[in-house]
């Protein structure tokens, strides 16, 4: 099955900074890649999400970019918010066959004042 | 999203009771999942759920049952609750369509569980 790595485990930037987060899939079939977004004590969200047949996307401050050929994708947030602080999952699926989400094991991003 | 709820919210059990989780959808998708997710270890998958007469286990399903009741309704068994059982659980329901759509899943608040 799906295996999707995410790193780093924790990240802390200062407001205004951009933060990156990794994450590599082991499927190359998976051709959807979600991103989520958890507050603390809240659901997680959907942010972003790319199809595999698209290398970069971008919404306001954040953007995803995917290798299809690295098997990785990127989540990018730039001119970092007080409000950016949270828990952010990747995930992956092969929306061709059972489509069911992969998760990473998640990022804490804390940023500071 | 109050489209999904989760009842209950908050259960403190002890080791060997039986425990059932519910979730509940007005989103009328066809496919509801749910979650278990520990500290460092992400959402894992436990079951899933496409329609009424389609039930998988996902990568966590041992200890664990689930019923489709109907499409809006997709509940999680504990038979028989274990300490390592504990964790914040989540149902999820997806607006899938189509091999070329996107999958996007809308969770429910969770309910937090703790065998003693």
């Known amino acids: 099955g799906e295996n999707v790595e995410q790193h780093p485990s924790t990240l802390s930037v200062q407001e205004g900074d951009s933060a990156v987060i990794k994450c590599t899939y082991s499927d190359s079939a998976s051709n959807y890649f979600p991103w989520y977004k958890q507050e603390l004590g809240k659901r997680p969200q959907l942010i972003i999400d790319?199809?595999?047949?698209?290398g970069e996307k971008k919404d306001q401050r954040i953007a995803v970019t995917l290798n299809k050929t690295a098997k990785h994708f990127s989540l990018h947030i730039t001119e970092t918010q007080p409000e950016d602080s949270a828990v952010y999952f990747c995930a992956a699926a092969n929306t061709g066959t059972a489509s069911k989400l992969t998760f990473g094991t998640g990022t804490r991003l804390q940023v500071t004042l | 999203d109050a489209d999904v709820t989760q009842t209950p919210r908050n259960r403190i059990t002890k080791t060997g009771k039986r425990i059932m989780l519910e979730c509940s959808q007005t989103k009328g998708h066809d496919r509801m999942y749910w979650y278990r997710q520990d500290p460092g270890l992400g959402l894992r998958l436990i079951y899933y759920?496409?329609?009424?007469?389609?039930?998988n286990k996902g990568e966590i399903s041992d200890g664990y049952s689930v019923s489709r009741q109907a499409q809006a309704k997709f509940s999680l068994s504990l038979e028989s609750a274990i300490p390592n059982q504990t964790a914040l659980y989540f149902c999820?329901?997806?607006?899938?369509?189509?091999?070329?759509?996107?999958?996007?899943?809308?969770f429910g608040p969770g309910t937090r569980l703790t065998v003693l």
């Open positions: 759920s496409f329609d009424v007469k389609d039930i």
């Open positions: 999820a329901t997806s607006d899938f369509v189509a091999v070329s759509s996107t999958d996007t899943q809308y």
């Open positions: 790319i199809r595999s047949n698209v």
